[in-house]
C-alpha cells in the first residue's frame, strides 16, 4: 500500500503565495517520478508540474516561471511552491507517484485564488 498525504492548500489573494507538501510513505521502494495535477471545477484533471527520478522538471505553460516543484533529500516528500498565484489556479491539486510503473494518487487540497 502507498499512502500520500497533501498538505498546504487554502485561500489566498491574487498575487500571493502558497506551498503544498505531499508525503509518500508505505510501499515506496522506488519511486520513479512526482507530480503535481489539478482539476478546476468543469474541467479536466491537467498536469501541472514533475520531477523524476533523476530530479528533471517539467511544468504545465501556464505555471511556467511562477511554480516551482522540488522534492527532499529522501525523494519521499514532494513540494510545489507557488507564487504571482492566479484566478484561474483555483482548483484541487492532487499528488501523483509513479511507483514502477504504478501510479498512486493523493486526496487532494483546495486552492481557492481570490480575485
Known amino acids: 500500500q502507498v499512502q500520500l498525504v497533501e498538505s498546504g492548500g487554502g485561500l489566498v489573494q491574487a498575487g500571493g503565495s502558497l506551498r503544498l507538501s505531499c508525503v509518500a510513505s508505505?510501499?515506496?521502494?522506488?519511486?520513479?517520478?512526482m507530480g503535481w495535477y489539478r482539476q478546476a471545477p468543469g474541467k479536466q484533471r491537467e498536469l501541472v508540474a514533475g520531477?523524476?527520478?533523476?530530479?528533471?522538471?517539467n511544468y504545465a505553460d501556464s505555471v511556467k516561471g511562477r511554480f516551482t516543484i522540488s522534492r527532499d533529500n529522501t525523494r519521499t516528500t514532494v513540494y510545489l511552491e507557488m507564487n504571482s498565484l492566479r484566478p484561474e489556479d483555483t482548483a484541487v491539486y492532487y499528488c501523483?507517484?509513479?511507483?514502477?510503473?504504478?501510479?498512486?494518487w493523493g486526496k487532494g487540497v483546495l486552492v481557492t485564488v481570490s480575485s
Open positions: 501523483n507517484v509513479d511507483i514502477v510503473g504504478r501510479y498512486y
Open positions: 508505505g510501499s515506496i521502494f522506488s519511486i520513479n517520478g
Open positions: 520531477i523524476n527520478r533523476g530530479g528533471l522538471t
